[in-house]
């Protein structure tokens, strides 16, 4: 077992990769105003990269020499992490480049990770540049920990590494409908819901998965390419051991693997960075308007599971398979939309980086 925390050496050299199109635009003079000074305090030394479009902070992690940097700090939301995470899966020496520590300062709309790592922290929940200081702090202090990822193949072929949730129907449509909102902040949500809730639809599929036995350790990290030991290809059925769900009919279906959905949205209360666990939550058709908004406003105080609807279900599971009927509906990771197909996941318990805590 490696050991629970590393810390971070001082002086420390810290690549920030930040995206000024995050969220309200504004996330290189909140890095100047709120986190630089901070850092500067921790003798954390800063070398901005400003991304110039999507795909160049992928690019920049996959070909850069990792030995001058202690750290990389994404200052942005949760989409430019997952192109540093699938930048790093991409070296030859992945292995070696997952031990480098990964931040995350909430930049973004959409600040998943950064609200997760607040909570796991027992901070009280808060948003914008609260969360923002917080998470500052978080990185001052130099505590780093591991994380789990995802590992996701879909039927064209793809394989995507993934830190926070795959999702399919209305969660997904809601992330993706209110991109154009993406100036309110994190109130896009909100908007994107009720918007959603209108235009209420059923997506057809066969959702399988592998239970999480309670007791089961995580198995070891696995080389040279990550091989996923739990998927059979997804031209094959699935194992005889895994749980295929009887109902074929989804408003959403939802994979999460850290706590919060968004700042204001506690999904999977007791998700830790390294659990070695995907929440799977979905929501069977038939469930009223009124019963989703419930769910998603429990959520707020991630009680949504307490209101006992017999629409929602949570398991904890190792792997997942989804087979849509049709290329109907949009499919997200980690809040980035992806084509809608046959896809499937397993956990790689402690495969990944370091997230810090
Ligand atoms: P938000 O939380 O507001 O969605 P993200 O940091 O998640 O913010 O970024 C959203 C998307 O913007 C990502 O898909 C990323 O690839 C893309 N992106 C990164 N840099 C730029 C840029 N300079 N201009 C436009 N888009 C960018
Ligand atoms: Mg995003």
Known sequence: RPPAYGVLPRPCRALVLLNPQ??????LED??????????????????????????AHEKVRDEDLSQWDTLVVMAGDGLLYEVVNGLMERP??????????????GGSGNALAASINHYAGNDH?????????????????????????SLSTASGKRLFSFLGFGW??????????EKYRRLGNARFTLGTLQCLAKLRVYQGRLSYLPAAPEQDTPPAPRDPPADSLLVPLGQPVPPHWTVVP???FVSVYAIYQSHLGTNLLMAPAARLHDGCIHLFYLKAG??????????????????????????????????????RAAAGIMTVDGEALACEPVQGQIHGRLCPRGRQ
């Open 126 to 150: 808060v948003a914008k540049k609260k969360l923002l200081t917080n998470c500052t702090f978080i990185l001052c202090k130099g505590l780093h920990t591991q994380m789990d990822l995802v």
């Open 169 to 178: 129907g209305f969660i997904s449509d809601v992330d993706i409908d209110s």
């Open 31 to 56: 890095f100047q105003a709120v986190v630089q000074p901070m850092l500067a305090e921790a003798d954390i030394a800063t070398t901005v990269f400003v991304t110039e479009r999507p795909h160049h």
């Open 22 to 27: 995050s969220g309200a635009g504004r996330a």
């Open 93 to 106: 020496d992945w292995e070696d480049a997952l031990k480098k520590p990964l931040c995350i300062l909430p």
């Open 247 to 249: 109902e074929e009919e």
């Open 287 to 324: 469930i009223s308007r009124v019963a989703l908004l419930k769910i998603f406003l429990a959520m707020a105080r991630g009680t949504h599971l307490d209101l006992n609807c017999p629409h929602l279900r949570y398991v904890p599971v190792r792997a997942f398979r989804l087979e849509p």
